[in-house]
């Protein structure tokens, strides 16, 4: 008997009655005018590959982002694969044939409608989307399980209907994904792939959804039939790794995530960075005489040295003081800043805030050479001297009168940096914060630290922006705003994701799937959380190559008693209970 495409492939052994039904099904569905193409091509007893790459040719379509795709799934392993369901069918096929040349053990969670193609019914493990509670999904579902904990890749349309319009989201989007996907990408070692399809069906389909909602699967025969010619669009994230999926969600808030995760990869989300202004590199400086730099160093007074440890010591000072040493700062900045295509262009790192700054850094006593530093500006005498204008980060944002630097004596703290055999260091970034713990209780009267964490242009703008959503809190954000804003609104699904978890847990889970280097928050941020500190607003610095610049404020008394007393030293709870005369 020659194959046909029908509902009856779906409905067995059907009565009389039935047949009729199919009859019409078969014509109003668009069924019967697939199969006379299916008939006219000789698609009968295809491989499920050739069969999808017939089907796919006779529908002219322009598929894009198949080699990123396709180079994010892993080769071996347990996967899942999770995308949204714009089109209700033809997603299915091209998604199963791309990946599935990657990976040839791949099955296919999918609508048991699909069954009409015989020739693809090895890809699929079917399920019936309209009733959730069929007992015949029970083992569609411990299959998927089975597949998955076998070291298998799945591919899982967790919406399970197709997409629709949404008032309240002012477009086209889904169901709530079912929590199965949460459950497996919860399975040991599993990896969860994020999928967005780009594309939408008819606007006929929507009206008729709006109308009512089942009417819309009259019509899914029809949407593929009028795909013909269309450009889709499919974009995808890095593979996640199951232990960066926070282990305190239950499987319903992972299934959240990894549908937040999948919007992520929308290409329509998308900013592009403002073309660099400097479109030169000049040649850095020649590096300080090691004997210079001892001699300045020698001219200190003693009580500039705030500590030495294991090789290392850490002093602080000026530029009237060290006009050398403060050259070679600019110059190591230079060098460390252009790494993350921040650096200003110029023969070294500098402007005219390094004549009223102090500078802290740190010196590698066998090598002699400066390994890191910060400069930090004292807020009240800045602005005893020179107003508001004093203060660098002033240039990037208005502080209103609850702003810590308006309330009292302040540090800015800014142009941090450690050369790059120390960047990664835990003792580069440990003698950094000793040297600020031991100025503060030189200093007792300066409480509160507050600066920028610059993010780099390096970045994909979606983590920028996912980073500013997750840290900075309405009240925060009350305290100062920034002169040049970040341009790039957030994506509506993320921020119904945030409404339910927390944000700032789940950023390693985006970063790790936008980031294809691997780049997770900037360990200078993560510093300041463990201090407590506050994130206020994100500004560009326009004077520093239009980096990204994340502020916050810390309360340097406040902050957690086990890491004052590593950063203080001694000191720490005369730091800590020092109250103004």
Same mark, same amino acid.
């Given at each position: 008997? !020659? ?22 099904? @078969? ?17 009968? *007893? ?43 069918? &033809? ?13 040839? @053990? ?13 020739? =693809? ?8 989307? =309209? ?9 569609? +579902? ?17 919406? *399970? ?46 009206? $008729? ?23 889709? !669009? ?30 992520? !990869? ?11 202004? &400097? ?17 300045? +160093?020698?001219?200190?007074?003693? @009580? !500039?040295?705030?500590?030495? /440890?294991?090789?290392?010591?850490? #002093? ?12 070679? $700062? ?74 810590? /630097?308006?309330? %009292? ?27 600020? *713990? ?45 002169? /040049? ?47 407590? %500190? ?16 994340? =502020? ?13 007393? +590593? #950063? ?8 800590? @209970?020092?109250?103004?005369?």
């Amino acid at each position: 008997m !020659q194959h046909s495409i029908s509902i009856r492939n779906i409905m067995p052994n059907p009565s009389p009655a039935k047949k009729a039904l199919i009859w019409a099904l @078969d014509r109003i569905l668009g069924v019967k005018k697939m199969n006379a193409l299916y008939q006219q091509h000789k698609m009968q *007893g295809l491989s499920k590959e050739s069969f999808s790459d017939r089907l796919i040719e006779l529908l002219e379509l322009d598929i894009q982002g198949i080699e990123a795709l396709q180079s994010n799934i892993p080769k071996s392993g347990p996967v899942v694969i999770a995308s949204n369901h714009p089109f209700g069918g &033809i997603e299915g096929v091209i998604l199963a044939r791309l990946i599935g040349e990657v990976r040839p @053990d791949l099955k296919v969670l999918a609508n048991k409608g699909l069954g009409i193609f015989k020739e =693809l019914s090895d890809y699929f493990i079917f399920t019936n989307p =309209l009733s959730p509670n069929d007992p015949k999904n029970g083992p569609s +579902l411990r299959q998927c399980m089975k597949h998955v904990n076998a070291q298998g890749a799945l591919l899982i349309f967790p919406a *399970g209907k197709v997409s629709y319009y949404q008032k309240a989201k002012a477009g086209i989007s889904e169901h709530t994904w079912n929590k199965l996907v949460g459950r497996l990408v919860s399975i040991d070692q599993c990896q969860y792939v994020p999928v967005f399809v780009n594309g939408f069906n008819s606007p006929a389909f929507y009206r $008729i959804e709006k109308l009512y909602f089942k009417l819309r699967m009259l019509f899914l025969g029809r949407e593929l039939l009028n795909k013909t010619g269309a450009t889709i !669009q499919v974009s995808c994230g890095n593979a996640i790794k199951e232990k960066q999926i926070s282990r305190d969600l239950n499987y319903e808030q992972k299934a959240k995530l990894c549908r937040a995760l999948s919007y992520a !990869q929308d290409n329509r989300w998308r900013y592009e960075w403002p073309a660099d202004k &400097i479109t030169e590199q000049l040649p850095i400086i020649e590096e300080i005489d090691k004997h210079q730099l001892l001699t300045e +160093l020698q001219a200190l007074p003693s @009580d !500039q040295l705030l500590l030495t /440890n294991k090789g290392y010591s850490v #002093y602080y000072g000026y530029q009237s003081q060290l006009p050398l040493i403060v050259q070679e $700062i600019a110059r190591l900045r230079e060098i460390v800043f252009r790494m993350h295509n921040e650096g200003s262009g110029q023969p070294l790192d500098t402007d005219h805030y390094d004549a009223t700054y102090t500078h802290l850094f740190i010196i590698d006593n066998e090598q002699q050479k400066i390994v890191g530093a910060y400069r930090m500006g004292l807020s009240d005498k800045l602005m005893e001297k020179d107003g508001i204008a004093g203060l660098y980060l002033h240039k990037m944002f208005k502080f209103k009168s609850s702003f810590a /630097n308006q309330q %009292g004596p302040c540090m800015e703290m800014g142009r941090s940096f450690l050369i790059p055999e120390m960047q990664g260091s835990y003792q580069g970034l440990l003698l950094l914060w000793k040297g600020i *713990g031991r100025f503060a209780a030189k200093f007792p009267q300066y409480r509160t630290l507050y600066g920028t964490v610059s993010i780099s242009k390096l970045f994909d703008p979606r983590s920028v922006k996912l980073i500013e959503q997750a840290y900075i809190d309405n009240e925060s954000a009350s305290q100062v705003s920034a002169h /040049n804003q970040f341009e790039f609104d957030s994506h509506v699904e993320i921020d119904e994701l945030a409404e339910e978890i927390e944000l700032r847990d789940q950023l390693t889970s985006f970063l790790s799937s936008i980031e294809s280097d691997g780049k997770d928050v900037p360990v200078l941020a993560r510093q300041y959380l463990k201090m407590g %500190g506050k994130f206020h607003a994100l500004g560009i610095d326009t004077s520093f190559n239009h980096t990204p610049g994340l =502020l916050l404020s810390v309360h340097f008394p406040s902050a957690p008693e086990k890491l004052l007393k +590593l #950063y203080v030293g001694e000191e720490y709870e005369a730091y800590r @209970d020092w109250q103004a005369s």
